[in-house]
């Protein structure tokens, strides 16, 4: 079965290093980041290559992140997608708050050929509902280009504010913008109950599954995927946030989502056809 991993990410390690040990003295003080030392090892396009064939994930999006801690330009995730066509889509990412915002977003989508945007509202600090991000979210639609937004928890302790992360603010942006496709990440966890109502109710609204393995289990039972849509759920795994007290390995969540008692055609919706209707549709 085919399958794409929708939710990849890969910093500029270097830029990172340049505050490296501010950081990591930081994080390795929230419990969901004890592992943050072996995680660095797994930033290189080689290991995602690899954990790929492992997993048995034929493609993977890689998402830019215009913030701090975790930067990757858009051009950075560009250039793996043009050196690797066959195994990474890119997303771009943009700056609400920046005045430039839409002029960027056409840039990166028309001459760098990314293919939607990720956005983080706690880490970029600003609320999903706020105006300010109007202009960028018209241009996203203009562009007819998916908008994926972090919901959920949020591991970065008093660098952001999880308030910003609350997945029923994204309501008031679907009913704004109707044809404006969005993506809620991490099944909204652990705000997933407001999470599944914003997908159940809004036609263009889908949600990933990049949350920990035994949440996929315990959430997506043929009960909730029923009543959510099948066709609203898209795989992912937040390559290389560990999880569950181990380092990240796409392999789990494979495994996750394939051990689920749902019919053979909904996995294969869930593994790549959601996603290929969403960049198509």
């Known amino acids: 079965m085919m399958i794409i991993n929708a939710h990849v990410h890969l910093i500029e390690l270097e830029k990172m290093m340049q505050e490296k040990e501010k950081y990591l003295c930081f994080l390795e003080s929230i419990a969901s980041f004890k592992r943050i030392q072996e995680t660095i090892p797994l930033l290189s396009v080689d290991v995602i290559l690899e954990q790929m064939r492992e997993a048995g994930i034929a493609r993977s999006v890689l998402f830019a992140v215009d913030g701090p801690i975790l930067y990757a330009s858009n051009e950075f995730v560009a250039g793996i997608?043009?050196?690797?066509?066959?195994?990474?889509?890119?997303?771009?990412?943009?700056?609400?708050?920046?005045?430039?915002?839409?002029?960027?977003?056409?840039?990166?989508?028309?001459?760098?050929?990314?293919?939607?945007?990720k956005l983080h509202p706690p880490l970029q600090d600003f609320a999903p509902n706020d105006r300010i991000a109007w202009p960028l979210y018209q241009k996203a639609a203009q562009l007819n280009i998916p908008v994926v937004f972090h919901t959920g928890s949020t591991p970065?302790?008093?660098?952001?504010?999880?308030?910003?992360?609350?997945?029923?603010?994204?309501?008031?942006?679907?009913?704004?913008?109707?044809?404006?496709?969005?993506?809620?990440?991490?099944?909204?966890?652990?705000?997933?109950?407001?999470?599944?109502?914003?997908?159940?109710?809004?036609?263009?609204?889908?949600?990933?599954?990049?949350?920990?393995?035994?949440?996929?289990?315990?959430?997506?039972?043929?009960?909730?995927?029923?009543?959510?849509?099948?066709?609203?759920?898209?795989?992912?795994?937040?390559?290389?946030?560990?999880?569950?007290?181990?380092?990240?390995?796409?392999?789990?969540?494979?495994?996750?989502?394939?051990?689920?008692?749902?019919?053979?055609?909904?996995?294969?919706?869930?593994?790549?056809?959601?996603?290929?209707?969403?960049?198509?549709?």
């Not at 652990?190 to 599954?209: C, G, H, R, S």
């Not at 849509?229 to 937040?238: A, M």
Request: charged fraction near 25%; hydrophobic fraction near 40%; include cysteine.
């Open 81 to 117: 997608c043009q050196r690797y066509p066959e195994k990474f889509i890119g997303f771009a990412s943009v700056s609400p708050k920046n005045p430039d915002a839409p002029a960027i977003l056409e840039n990166a989508v028309k001459n760098l050929g990314l293919k939607g945007l």
């Open 156 to 281: 970065f302790g008093c660098l952001v504010k999880l308030s910003q992360a609350d997945p029923i603010l994204l309501d008031e942006v679907a009913v704004a913008f109707p044809d404006l496709k969005i993506v809620l990440t991490h099944l909204g966890t652990l705000w997933q109950n407001e999470a599944f109502m914003i997908v159940e109710k809004n036609p263009e609204v889908y949600i990933d599954t990049s949350a920990y393995p035994y949440e996929i289990r315990q959430l997506l039972t043929p009960e909730l995927v029923e009543r959510v849509g099948e066709n609203k759920i898209i795989f992912g795994t937040d390559f290389p946030m560990p999880y569950e007290g181990h380092t990240h390995r796409m392999k789990d969540h494979v495994d996750a989502v394939a051990s689920l008692k749902l019919s053979p055609e909904i996995k294969e919706k869930i593994f790549f056809k959601n996603f290929e209707h969403l960049l198509r549709s």
